[in-house]
């Protein structure tokens, strides 16, 4: 069957079948308990915001793209009163050394504790012009847009609105994924007239591991998206009392018609290689970040949930950290001028797909859109981020020390958004399994 992937991933050196059994038996169960947690289950987004590329041509009619409000009633305490700012929410300080402790900036654990030094010194002006640059700084090593703190963002209940079959399709859908992939233009010209036409003239071999991962990313994006579509389809819309919104299922037909080769000019086994490629990156970036996660409060306001939450997250990283063959991430972005440059482009590259969200024409969409390239930007800034990475004379990146950097801040959006678009991962590889069984 097309869907039996067998060998090494690509630019990895990993196996498919280690992912697999590691995902559906170590990963998988754990994420499906973890995500349904008040903190991971509301996420503040903009669904208003206007296209920046082009006027808005459709609005998705279907009610399928709909995305229902959260009732305010069902937001934790903490989240209400205090939005995703609470100083609960920062992790707590990391403990020095006793030789450190002793040291002159040793107390510098956050952010604020910073400014509060620099605060006896300096005129609140500057203290403010110090902020407005700090901030900046932050900014400088996003790989994404963030809406958090956005006017017209929203919390929204995850776990009310599935991601799942709109049917949103057909040239609207189609000018977001050619934007989405164009972004990857390095060096590929836009001749085409058609998607496939210039999809067509992607060829790997001519790229550099840099442009190679990029598409990879993208394309593993897409397919884990389309996945979740066959997995959960509109087999029928007669409702009845026990499937009051009709019937849900999965359409082994629209898999075969997406990724079987017969159908996609020999390409469908090579994108759902890609899951994999974009899953070993952001269960990488889970595992780097794992001492700074260890710290964070996940804060809701309900003590127990709370307590609980911390204790599956930490089981959760243990497993991420025991996987014997993580992504190197030092293989992309020499410390030579090219690779700098690409880091750079890469970087403005992943912004502007998350401005090209803006423009996806089903809100529902746009919601797993955002979220999901959230998470794979807060991954790729854990991985690139200036402030973890510091090159050495021999040009290789010297270990991360993230439990200790003083500066390196994940915004609750920002944990929220990594955790869902992993367990979106995750979910996808546990599906592939189940479409595997059924084609056999
Ligand atoms: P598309 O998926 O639109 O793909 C267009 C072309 O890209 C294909 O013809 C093929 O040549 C190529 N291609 C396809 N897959 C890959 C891949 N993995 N790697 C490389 N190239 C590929 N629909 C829903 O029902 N639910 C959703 O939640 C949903 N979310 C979406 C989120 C975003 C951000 C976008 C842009 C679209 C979303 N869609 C969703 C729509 C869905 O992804 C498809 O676009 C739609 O179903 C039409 O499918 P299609 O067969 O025309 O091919």
């Known amino acids: ?56 041509d459709s609005k998705c009619a279907m009610r399928f793209c709909q995305v229902e409000n959260c009732e305010e009633q069902t937001i934790p305490p903490g989240l209400m009163e205090h939005g995703d700012n609470h100083p609960f929410m920062k992790p707590t300080a990391y403990k020095y050394s006793e030789a450190a402790q002793h040291a002159d900036c040793s107390d510098a654990d956050d952010f604020s504790s910073v400014l509060g ?26 790989f994404c847009i963030i809406d958090e703190n956005d006017e017209g963002s929203q919390y929204v209940d995850l776990l009310l609105n599935p991601e799942r079959y709109t049917g ?21 010209q836009n001749r085409s007239n058609t998607f496939s036409e210039y999809l067509a003239q992607i060829d790997l071999h001519k790229m550099c591991l840099e442009q190679r991962a990029f598409y990879r990313i993208i394309s593993g994006l897409h397919s884990s998206i389309n996945i979740h579509l066959c997995s959960k389809y509109l087999l029928s819309e007669t409702k009845d009392f026990l499937s009051p919104q009709g019937v849900w299922g999965h359409n082994i037909q629209e898999f075969k018609r997406r990724f079987s080769p017969e159908t996609t000019n020999g ?33 809701t306001g309900i003590v127990e949930e709370d307590q609980e939450t911390k204790m599956a997250i930490n089981d959760l990283l243990s497993v991420v950290e025991s996987f014997p063959n993580h992504f190197d991430e030092n293989a992309l972005f ?62 290789l990146w010297e ?42």
């Open 1 to 56: 069957c097309f869907c039996e992937l067998e060998g090494s991933i690509n630019d990895c050196g990993c196996e498919v079948d280690t992912v697999d059994h590691f995902n559906n038996i170590k990963i998988y169960p754990r994420l499906k308990s973890l995500l349904v947690k008040n903190y991971f289950r509301f996420f503040k987004v903009n669904l208003n915001r206007d296209c920046p590329f082009w006027p808005d």
């Open 399 to 440: 270990k991360p020390h993230i439990e200790i950097d003083p500066i390196f801040r994940l915004k609750r959006s920002e944990i929220v958004a990594l955790f869902n678009a992993f367990g979106r991962l995750s979910n996808s590889i546990y599906e592939m399994e189940n479409f595997r069984k059924s084609l056999r």
């Open 267 to 299: 390409e469908g086994p090579h994108w759902l290689r890609n899951l994999y490629f974009i899953y070993l990156v952001e269960l990488k970036a889970l595992a780097k970040a794992a001492p700074y996660l260890r710290r964070e409060n996940f804060y």
């Open 168 to 188: 949103y399709k057909g040239e609207s859908a189609h000018r977001v994924w050619k934007s989405i992939y164009l972004e990857n233009c390095f060096g590929v």
């Open 334 to 395: 020499s410390h030579s001028p090219q690779g700098v440059r690409f880091k750079y482009e890469f970087k403005e590259k992943f912004r502007n797909i998350s401005r090209i969200m803006d423009c996806v024409g089903c809100d529902k969409c746009k919601l797993w859109g955002k979220l999901q390239t959230q998470g794979l930007g807060t991954a790729l800034k854990i991985l690139y981020s200036e402030k973890l990475n510091i090159a050495t004379e021999s040009g």
């Open 117 to 142: 030094i620099i605060d006896t010194s300096i005129s609140d002006q500057a203290h403010k012009e110090f902020e407005l640059w700090a901030k900046h700084d932050q900014a400088e090593e996003d």
